[in-house]
């Protein structure tokens, strides 16, 4: 990650913004595909975190930047914008390949707002990022536990109970 992103916190908000927006657009236009209801509500609740981080983050930008967040730079802090062709998503062979874009970019975020928590000085905003890191972790956890029931690896223990690594 460029530490010049890290050190200007107008930089840091707007890349985190875009991402954010990113994130949204992606979860809501895979969510509007999706014909699995229970897939379809977990992808919505994704797309309203992706929002709700972008109003947090915004109203940092006007608290310790000031005035409105203006233009966003052109890419964010994620690979999401991998997934877009002229604001629809790309056709991927299959649903692992969305989510394994999915993961990559939440684990990206989460690194991004880890980083960015340990070079802030204001402990309040640092608390934000540092929960933003947890959330965006938790959002990984969620695409890969699904990842792993579409691949029919859910049982992550044998029925015996033992571990698979103890063999």
Known sequence: MNDNVLKDK????????????DGYN????????????????RLENLRNDESRHRSVLTGWY??????????L????????????DKGNLKKFNNEIEYINLAMKAELEATRFYK???????????????KEFSEEENGHYEILMAEREAIS??????SADGTSPMED
Do not use: H
Request: hydrophobic share 45%; proline share 3%; no cysteine.
């Open 115 to 129: 980083e960015a928590a340990q070079k802030m000085d204001d402990a309040e905003f640092k608390k934000i990022l």
């Open 26 to 41: 992606f979860y809501d236009l895979l969510a509007k595909q999706i014909t699995n209801v229970e897939a379809r509500k």
């Open 73 to 84: 730079p052109e890419k964010g802090i994620s690979p999401l914008e991998a997934a877009f």
């Open 152 to 157: 029919g690896n859910y049982f992550w223990f």
């Open 62 to 71: 006007k608290k310790i930047i000031g005035g409105e967040v203006g233009e």
């Open 10 to 21: 107008a930089t840091l908000l707007k890349s985190a913004i875009k991402s954010e927006i």
